[in-house]
């Protein structure tokens, strides 16, 4: 297979464009078959998850985009044929819910995240203007052991100065490299729509598929 062909022309579409939803699992026994290939998204609640899962498929309300932090308490599932997903994670750092059900997704999402066979990589949204928080480092710090890939979406780069945004994915690589190639980052906005080939690279290479597929005729 042969990624990032340049030139493509009109009549191939991002291969992540055809992703619709699957299902939704409130605990493992509603989660799909553990078969085929999977990348989650995991982040901080109010980080830009839900957008950036949207922008990368290039719908607007694939993944639900909600202004209450902690409102997506449901692990979601978008195919994109093939037997490959995303998967969108529930947020984390939610503050206003209870604690036995913030401790009861908390635990739910840990098992998905240790167990999942179908797993190959995990990506994760930060905000910009406030990445590596004492809980994303501690996801960082629990999942890398697995030796799966991490990718990091610096997301709401646009809120920064473009000095600021480089500075910050300076920052951010030095801090991860000790991690090894399993850790990358990079910037990315939704409101921009600058980062995304970056991504689709990334996934189309854990996921084993184009990154542009021919659109379909009409």
Known sequence: ?????????????????????VASAHDRKELIPDGGW??????????????AINTITGHT????????????????????????????????GYAEVPEKERR????????YLMERRALRGLIVIMDARHPLTPLDQQLLDWFLPTGKPVHILLTKADKLSR???????????????????????QLFSSLKRTGIREVEVVLAQWLDLPERIEKAPG
């Open 163 to 185: 000095r600021e945004a480089a500075e910050t994915l300076t920052e951010v690589r030095a801090a991860v490299r000790t991690a090894g190639p399993s850790c990358t980052a």
């Open 38 to 51: 999977e990348v989650a998204f995991a982040g901080r609640s109010n980080a830009g998850k839900s957008s």
């Open 104 to 111: 009861r997704w908390g635990e739910f999402v840990a098992a």
């Open 1 to 21: 297979m042969q990624l990032g062909q340049p030139h493509l022309g009109d009549s191939f579409v991002s291969a992540f464009n055809r992703a619709v939803y």
């Open 61 to 92: 309300r694939l993944a639900f985009a909600s202004k209450t932090p902690g409102r997506t308490q449901l692990i979601n599932f978008f195919g994109l044929g093939e037997e490959r997903y995303l998967v969108d994670l529930p947020g984390y």
